[in-house]
């Protein structure tokens, strides 16, 4: 339980340090009832501070709280106390004997020290390590109050009180909001630049482009626009039919030669059907019959 105490601690001086300004040495205000119980339950006040706030720190007790000491320095183990006092740093807290011969009371001491001008706010930044209740309860409504007392010679310090947790929740969250513009403002310089770059990369490129087509063109005399040219006129064909015409000449292949030419001119011939070899040899049998006959006939 120990070890989780200490933790929780020291996890609380680190969020009193990152929301309200709290740095080594804290300065510690004590009262005169905590330097008395110090005593009496043989506790070494600074170090147990130290422990505690884990930390360097600063005793420190006002004008009032000691004149309390001296007035009961004739009880048993005020002395001591007294000891333990006069090593503390004094605090001037503007009480003088003078004007008040009776020291004010804890509570209105604490709380001209604390917060002076009552805008509940913890201007020079006080662990305050008080015995009284009422001194407590009165510091807990000041924003980033740390408070210590001592309960059955265990030295404890008490959580973050809801006014102090909800300050520090709007500082985080006014931190997170700034962050948030940060970033999204640099995002949008980053894309634009980004952007830009591109730009000027296309550029380049299609100028580079540009400078290669130019380069690869041929120089010479130009054609006619063929937009502008006439069209040329295509000849009409004439019927084969119509009278006073003179007749096609018909076409022949470029590579025709004379022979050719007068094989054209003259008469097909009438190709010769040729049969087959059996009536072919029975029809000339029966022709030199009627040959002979023939010729028998002349001799006659």
Avoid: W
Wanted: hydrophobic share 30%; net charge positive; aromatic share 4%.
């Amino acid at each position: 339980m120990r070890g989780k105490r200490s933790k929780q601690y020291r996890k609380l001086m680190e969020q009193f340090s990152m929301a309200f300004g709290f740095r080594e040495p804290y300065q510690v205000l004590v009262d005169a009832e905590m330097v008395q119980d110090s005593c009496k339950f043989k506790m070494e006040l600074e170090p147990a501070l130290q422990r505690t706030v884990h930390g360097k720190v600063k005793p420190m007790i006002t004008q009032c709280e000691i004149r309390k000491l001296y007035a009961k320095k004739n009880e048993p183990g005020v002395s001591e106390a007294i000891e333990v006092a006069k090593t503390c740093e004094r605090r001037r807290c503007g009480h003088h004997p003078d004007e008040y011969p009776e020291p004010l009371s804890t509570l209105e001491c604490m709380q001209s020290v604390v917060d002076p001008k009552d805008q509940g706010e913890n201007k020079h930044r006080y662990v305050v390590a008080s015995q009284s209740q009422e001194v407590r309860r009165m510091l807990r409504i000041v924003r980033g109050v740390p408070l210590i007392y001592i309960k059955r010679s265990v030295m404890i310090l008490e959580p973050m009180s809801d006014e102090s947790a909800a300050t520090r929740a709007r500082e985080e969250k006014s931190k997170f909001r700034a962050e948030i513009k940060a970033t999204l403002g640099k995002r949008k310089r980053e894309e634009k630049d980004d952007n830009d770059k591109e730009d000027e990369k296309d550029l380049g490129q299609a100028k580079a482009e540009e400078k290669a087509k130019k380069k690869k063109k041929q120089r010479g005399p130009k054609g006619p626009n063929p937009l502008s040219m006439k069209k040329a006129k295509k000849p009409q064909a004439t019927t084969a039919g119509t009278a006073g015409a003179p007749p096609r000449p018909s076409k022949q292949p470029e590579n025709a030669r004379p022979e050719d030419e007068a094989r054209t001119d003259a008469p097909a011939k009438r190709k010769r059907r040729r049969k087959n070899k059996a009536s072919g040899a029975g029809d000339g049998a029966d022709g030199a019959a009627g040959a002979d006959a023939a010729d028998d006939g002349s001799a006659d």
